[in-house]
């Protein structure tokens, strides 16, 4: 049999240009032919003609801007797909690579040390933490995403909500990992769903512990501020250049080339942190600096006095 052709591929960039070459070459003669018509016809009728093709050459122009509108947003929405994809079997590949390597290790009796058994043990439950938060975290997003996360929101101070972040944190890390700093003085109510509020901390810590270098410093702080109780979170990592800074927070957002290069992500925890603290009626702010570490702010409003009686 004889080689088989293969069909010419197109690109993104030569599909928009025939798109716009099909839509500009029509409607640029229709537009000619329409003046033409109003300005060298003599009667009523050949303004009339030409007033209904120049209509329907801006309508056809609108039409095709609506295609290639939507052209773009699903050839992004399809990039997005195999970028979130990837990223998720990258992240499931490394701690499952860990597990199979202390498994076997057991498994094939080559260490009869306890103290060696008992750090395969944790370092494969560690492992099996992180696949557990990976997958807590796409699924929350999910849920976030298709508008089916309900909060259920009671008054209260945010330690129980901060505890659970750093129990959980803490069981995803190695002994002597991260050194770890708090400070922790707020003491206003809010209203709070706890678990979604340790979700978010959550993604701040593990966000933190990403980009940071082999040196890890992490701070945890909590306050009392004008109308309500902030939690930050601050790193020594590589820092977010100004210019990305607030596109940081939108899905599959990771920054430039160098924090993507620095730690591997699927680029929704600062999403669901952003949507956490919205529904709870707050903001999320950075400031950050690149060389010089960032914090992550979330501030949330202080519940009303409890003899009011009301519910914010």
């Given at each position: ?29 229709m ?110 997003w ?34 002597g ?6 400070e ?53 990592g ?18 430039d080339d160098?924090?993507r ?52």
């Open positions: 049999m004889g080689r088989r052709e293969e069909l010419p591929y197109l690109s993104q960039t030569r599909i928009l240009l025939l798109l716009i070459l099909g839509v500009l070459t029509p409607v640029g003669l537009s000619a032919a329409g003046v033409v018509a109003i300005v060298v016809g003599g009667g009523i009728g050949s303004i009339v003609v030409g007033i209904l093709v120049v209509s329907f050459a801006l309508a056809t122009l609108g039409a095709g801007t609506a295609l290639l509108v939507i052209f773009q947003r699903r050839t992004r929405l399809a990039h997005q797909q195999v970028t979130f994809l990837t990223n998720v079997t990258h992240e499931l590949r490394t701690p499952l690579a860990a597990i199979r390597l202390y498994g076997q290790t057991l498994q094939l009796e080559r260490t009869e040390d306890p103290e060696t058994r008992r750090q395969c043990v944790d370092a494969i439950l560690r492992e099996t933490g992180r696949l557990g938060q990976l997958v807590d975290r796409v699924l929350e999910r849920r976030i995403a298709e508008g089916r996360r309900v909060y259920q929101k009671q008054r209260g101070r945010i330690d129980g909500a901060v505890d659970e972040a750093l129990t959980n944190f803490q069981g995803l890390l190695a002994a990992e991260v050194e770890l700093r708090q922790r003085s707020a003491t206003r109510e809010a209203y709070i769903d706890q678990p979604a509020l340790a979700e978010a901390v959550l993604n701040l810590l593990v966000n933190a512990h990403k980009y940071t270098g082999e040196t890890k410093h992490i701070a945890l702080h909590t306050r009392d501020v004008d109308g309500g109780v902030e939690i930050a979170v601050e790193d020594n590589v820092g977010i250049p100004e210019s990305e800074q607030a596109r940081m927070f939108k899905p599959f957002r990771r920054g160098r924090l290069s620095q730690a591997s992500g699927v680029g929704i925890g600062l999403s669901i942190v952003r949507d956490v603290t919205r529904a709870h009626g707050g903001k999320v702010r950075v400031v950050s600096e690149p060389g010089r570490g960032s914090t992550f702010t979330i501030f949330l409003p202080a519940a009303p006095p409890a003899d009011t009686g009301g519910k914010s």
